[in-house]
């Protein structure tokens, strides 16, 4: 049995879930006939959001028949399902609800012309306040990779190392692997290439082990990592592998409210050259360390301290300027 539709306690203006959930921030979320489906703390999520920009959200009960997980290795053990009460509060916290965004993008538009531009066109997009240990495994799956095949990769992942929920409208949907999971079995990497990581293979199951055993001698979980400043969230999260300059600042921006965070990859390299006049070492054709940091710093400056947002914005806007 499914629970009734309720409403989401924020303005509609203030989220645009088309704009935000395919944008590349989480990898979960699959869009079938006007509704979002995902999965929230174990939980499967429906979104939709009607014309007046209303959203409506339900949930789904586990399925009592599990299936476990198809691969040799025991899954987590599954969570119990929480109180509508607990999902409502996490799905608001998901979508960091208690920031006001229209405070931030009129903050942006006086910092920048550009972005006062196109800000009436791209309203409604915020950062996502992920589980860090998701975000982090899914941004380390993102590396030189298309949307559509992290998503898939993310999906294969969960399938085997998840454990199963429930079907709706014939998609199964799993937890996702808790990293001690994945970490268990000595056969873990070569099931990860079997299933399309590639080399991204040995940097899941490196940073899995990691995470597993940081988490074991700290007695404590990823999430407490929050809160601390942005330098220190982004020098912890450089030591895992397969993380480097920009998945720390994609993970420390979506995972551990580090917002000031403002994650440099090509296509924002590019943005910047076009429409900004950062004073940095952006002549050369790759980017460079140096360039990275200077850019990243540059931006900061130019944004503030919800940079990362207006980042989102902007990247958005150039992935859609000729629609």
């Not at 053990?77 to 509508?84: D, E, K, R, T, Y």
């Not at 014939?170 to 590639?198: D, N, W």
Request: charged share 25%; glycine share 4%.
């Amino acid at each position: 049995m499914s629970a009734m539709w309720k409403q989401l306690r924020i303005p509609g203006k203030e989220v645009s879930l088309d704009w935000i959930l395919p944008s590349g921030q989480s990898f979960r979320w699959k869009k079938d006939d006007g509704e979002w489906i995902s999965v929230i703390q174990d939980t499967v999520v429906i979104l939709r959001q009607d014309a007046d920009l209303n959203i409506t959200y339900r949930t789904l009960s586990p399925d009592p028949l599990s299936k476990g997980s198809s691969s040799s290795v025991l899954p987590s053990p599954p969570a119990s399902p929480a109180p509508l009460f607990e999902i409502d509060s996490a799905i608001h916290d998901y979508f960091n609800s208690s920031i006001k965004l229209s405070l931030l993008y009129r903050e942006f538009s006086v910092r920048d012309k550009y972005f006062k531009s196109i800000a009436a066109r791209f309203a409604g997009i915020r950062m996502l306040r992920q589980d860090p240990w998701e975000c982090l495994c899914s941004f380390i799956c993102s590396s030189n990779n298309s949307i559509k095949r992290i998503t898939q990769m993310v999906d294969n992942l969960c399938q085997t190392y998840g454990t199963y929920i429930t079907t709706y409208n014939g998609t199964e949907y799993y937890t996702f692997p808790r990293p001690s999971s994945i970490a268990k079995s000595p056969t873990t990497v070569s099931k990860l290439r079997q299933l399309g990581f590639g080399y991204r293979a040995e940097y899941v199951y490196k940073t899995a082990k990691a995470v597993s055993d940081w988490e074991i001698a700290n007695n404590s979980s990823l999430s407490n990592i929050r809160g601390k400043p942005y330098d220190e969230v982004r020098e912890f999260l450089l030591q895992f592998t397969g993380v480097g300059p920009k998945v720390a600042d994609c993970v420390a921006l979506m995972a551990f409210d580090c917002h000031e965070s403002v994650p440099i990859d090509t296509h924002v390299w590019n943005i910047a050259k076009r429409r900004y006049n950062p004073k940095t070492k952006m002549t050369t054709k790759a980017m460079s360390k140096v360039v990275y940091d200077e850019l990243s710093l540059y931006l900061r400056d130019l944004w503030g301290p919800f940079a990362g947002w207006a980042q989102a914005v902007i990247f958005i806007s150039e992935l859609h300027k000729d629609k």
